[in-house]
């Protein structure tokens, strides 16, 4: 993938907001994905599942962000739980593979709310592809090879509180930095990120149910963003609803988007949610996608109370 220089300088602004923030994998359907942004969320659901997703932000844009998951959560005895997950992140010449385990146990508080607290171990190999850039100056040093940390090894910790309509989770998923090149060529990489996400269930009228929610995202080298999404349930079969994301730093509204999900059968479900940025991107794309699949099946262990349906 060949690039100029006009886009080389543009990338140079891009990863210094963007591709920090994109270093925990992020999606516009959070909601139906907690565990990745925290290890607490493992064994929370009443079944377990292992699903796929992927993001496709600012089509048409050359090197835009593309983020592809798999996963695996189950309840464990004795009130704990397990969850392993594979991302694959590619941000213009910037390529992250991850491999992240969760281990989580749930007390109970009272009758009716629970406490989790999770741990995590990350192992990653961050890939920086310059020579796929194309350089007008071939003897330049910062573009004569491409970077690598090696495999690097990270912790993150979380903790969630929820009762059987009400979650409120505080994570952080990375503790360490991390920065590999030499003294004149120093790439910081990785950075921590602090989450901070929360919703709550209310019936409505005729098997309707509606969960607001909201993720706080905050990192040392990008800026803080908040989500906003209002998901309509029908049935336990059929969702739909609106996002929006703000940054703080540049304008109150970042994107705007829409998503919704099916239980095609009792244990497959599907996801799509449509993004559509209202920054100075939409000069240059209209659209992210994202789509998402679920398998679920009975778990053996079963809380005395239902967990919030929304968690994965």
Same mark, same amino acid.
């Given at each position: 993938?060949k690039?100029?220089?006009?886009?080389?300088?543009?990338?140079? @602004?891009?990863?210094?907001?963007?591709?920090?923030?994109?270093?925990? *994998?992020?999606?516009?359907q959070?909601?139906?994905?907690?565990?990745?942004?925290?290890?607490?969320?493992?064994g929370?659901?009443?079944?377990?599942? &292992?699903?796929? @997703?992927?993001?496709?932000? &600012?089509?048409g844009?050359e090197?835009?962000?593309?983020?592809?998951t798999?996963?695996?959560?189950?309840?464990?005895?004795?009130n704990?739980?397990?969850?392993?997950?594979?991302?694959?992140?590619?941000?213009?010449?910037?390529?992250?593979?991850?491999?992240?385990?969760?281990?989580? #146990?749930?007390?109970?508080?009272?009758e009716?709310? #629970?406490?989790?607290?999770?741990?995590?171990?990350v192992a990653?190999?961050?890939?920086?592809?310059?020579?796929? @850039?194309?350089?007008?100056? *071939?003897?330049?040093p910062y573009?004569?090879?491409?970077?690598?940390?090696? @495999?690097?090894?990270?912790?993150?910790?979380?903790l969630?509180?929820?009762?059987e309509?009400?979650?409120l989770?505080?994570?952080?998923?990375k503790?360490?930095?991390?920065?590999f090149?030499?003294?004149?060529?120093?790439?910081?990489?990785? %950075?921590?990120?602090?989450?901070? #996400?929360?919703?709550?269930?209310?019936?409505?009228?005729?098997?309707f149910?509606?969960t *607001? %929610?909201?993720?706080f995202?905050?990192?040392?080298?990008?800026?803080?963003?908040?989500?906003?999404?209002?998901?309509?349930?029908?049935?336990?079969?059929?969702?739909?609803?609106?996002?929006?994301?703000s940054?703080?730093?540049?304008?109150?509204?970042?994107a705007?988007?829409f998503?919704?999900?099916?239980?095609?059968?009792? %244990? &497959?479900?599907?996801g799509?949610?449509?993004? #559509?940025?209202?920054?100075?991107?939409?000069?240059?794309?209209?659209?992210?996608?994202?789509?998402?699949?679920?398998?679920?099946?009975?778990?053996?262990?079963?809380?005395?109370?239902?967990?919030?349906?929304?968690?994965?």
């Amino acid at each position: 993938m060949k690039k100029s220089i006009p886009f080389i300088l543009f990338f140079g @602004l891009f990863l210094c907001g963007m591709a920090y923030s994109q270093q925990v *994998p992020m999606y516009g359907q959070y909601i139906f994905n907690n565990s990745v942004i925290n290890p607490a969320q493992a064994g929370v659901n009443d079944h377990s599942q &292992w699903g796929v @997703l992927g993001r496709y932000q &600012w089509r048409g844009v050359e090197g835009a962000p593309v983020t592809h998951t798999a996963f695996f959560n189950s309840r464990l005895p004795g009130n704990m739980g397990f969850t392993i997950g594979i991302y694959q992140d590619n941000i213009g010449p910037v390529r992250d593979h991850t491999l992240q385990t969760d281990f989580a #146990y749930h007390a109970r508080l009272s009758e009716s709310w #629970y406490l989790s607290g999770g741990l995590r171990v990350v192992a990653s190999i961050i890939k920086l592809n310059l020579l796929e @850039l194309e350089n007008l100056d *071939p003897g330049d040093p910062y573009f004569n090879q491409n970077l690598s940390s090696g @495999l690097h090894f990270n912790v993150g910790a979380g903790l969630l509180a929820f009762s059987e309509k009400v979650f409120l989770g505080v994570s952080l998923p990375k503790a360490q930095r991390k920065g590999f090149g030499d003294a004149n060529q120093m790439q910081s990489i990785v %950075s921590r990120h602090l989450f901070l #996400y929360g919703g709550a269930t209310f019936d409505l009228v005729d098997n309707f149910v509606v969960t *607001p %929610s909201f993720l706080f995202k905050d990192s040392e080298r990008a800026p803080a963003q908040l989500d906003l999404n209002l998901v309509f349930g029908y049935n336990e079969v059929f969702d739909f609803g609106p996002m929006l994301r703000s940054n703080f730093s540049n304008s109150w509204l970042d994107a705007v988007g829409f998503l919704v999900g099916m239980k095609v059968t009792p %244990s &497959w479900y599907f996801g799509y949610m449509y993004e #559509y940025p209202t920054n100075d991107m939409n000069l240059a794309t209209k659209q992210t996608h994202e789509i998402s699949l679920r398998y679920l099946w009975g778990a053996k262990q079963r809380l005395k109370i239902r967990s919030p349906r929304y968690f994965l």
